[in-house]
């Protein structure tokens, strides 16, 4: 879907200009615009309230990043000319080219296109055949006592950012972990249906209907136990 809107840069004139959005959708728009250097962008659209982008990244640019910590998502993040970059499969520590894949005003999301710098912490996924098409497994990547001092970091992110009474003085303990962090899951919902002949129990691929036909997959308990 396109259509012409109207956008506001930080020139020296203030100069209207035109420009056209290339993808659309009730959340997120991707729009192209001249080089304003570092422009304040405000987009207007009938029946949508003003929107302010806070940079001129766009999606498909690449650029050199360094990971300082990981999201509560386990995203990986750094900061590109100021602005927050939220990257999948990135660790602290890593320096990579991000390549990014949606915008919003006051930040990016991007995935990794090449890895320069790789993290003491990366492993590889014990599940690689699925990592990267299903949930529940999105750290595989990271060693298991990097996810348990993840784990202490999420809690402290969240106490500095909603900062409750007292937050300061709560004594944040290491992750009590397991011997064997595999093998621990004994309830499992999947989806089913009839693939080439034979009946497929999986899940779907992220954010979509499209069945991932898991043979296996290790956080299960294997049934044959």
């Given at each position: 879907?396109?259509?012409?809107?109207?956008?506001?840069?930080?020139?020296?004139?203030?100069?209207?200009?035109?420009?056209?959005?290339?993808?659309?959708?009730?959340?997120?728009?991707t729009i192209i615009y001249p080089n304003c250097g570092n422009p304040?962008?405000?987009?207007?659209?009938?029946?949508?309230?003003?929107?302010?982008?806070?940079?001129?990244?766009?999606?498909?640019?690449?650029?050199?990043?360094?990971?300082?910590?990981?999201?509560?998502?386990?995203?990986?993040?750094?900061?590109?000319?100021?602005?927050?970059?939220?990257?999948?499969?990135?660790?602290?520590?890593?320096?990579?080219?991000?390549?990014?894949?949606?915008?919003?005003?006051?930040?990016?999301?991007?995935?990794?296109?090449?890895?320069?710098?790789?993290?003491?912490?990366?492993?590889?996924?014990?599940?690689?055949?699925?990592?990267?098409?299903?949930?529940?497994?999105?750290?595989?990547?990271?060693?298991?006592?990097?996810?348990?001092?993840?784990?202490?970091?999420?809690?402290?992110?969240?106490?500095?950012?909603?900062?409750?009474?007292?937050?300061?003085?709560?004594?944040?303990?290491?992750?009590?972990?397991?011997?064997?962090?595999?093998?621990?899951?004994?309830?499992?919902?999947?989806?089913?249906?009839?693939?080439?002949?034979?009946?497929?129990?999986?899940?779907?691929?992220?954010?979509?209907?499209?069945?991932?036909?898991?043979?296996?997959?290790?956080?299960?308990?294997?049934?044959?136990?």
């Amino acid at each position: 879907m396109q259509m012409s809107v109207r956008i506001t840069c930080a020139l020296p004139s203030y100069a209207i200009l035109t420009t056209t959005i290339i993808q659309y959708d009730a959340k997120l728009m991707t729009i192209i615009y001249p080089n304003c250097g570092n422009p304040i962008t405000k987009v207007r659209k009938k029946n949508m309230s003003e929107v302010t982008y806070f940079h001129d990244i766009q999606v498909g640019q690449r650029f050199p990043l360094t990971i300082k910590r990981l999201g509560i998502n386990g995203e990986g993040i750094g900061y590109y000319k100021r602005t927050i970059a939220f990257v999948t499969g990135a660790l602290p520590e890593e320096v990579i080219v991000a390549e990014v894949t949606a915008i919003a005003p006051k930040f990016v999301n991007a995935k990794i296109h090449t890895i320069r710098q790789k993290s003491a912490q990366r492993v590889e996924p014990r599940d690689a055949d699925y990592y990267g098409h299903v949930g529940g497994i999105e750290l595989e990547h990271l060693s298991y006592p990097g996810q348990l001092a993840f784990k202490v970091d999420v809690i402290r992110q969240s106490l500095e950012k909603f900062k409750p009474r007292g937050y300061q003085d709560c004594d944040l303990r290491p992750t009590i972990g397991m011997a064997d962090p595999h093998g621990y899951r004994n309830k499992a919902q999947f989806q089913v249906r009839e693939i080439d002949g034979h009946v497929a129990a999986g899940l779907y691929h992220e954010h979509s209907h499209q069945l991932v036909d898991l043979k296996v997959e290790s956080i299960k308990i294997d049934r044959n136990h």
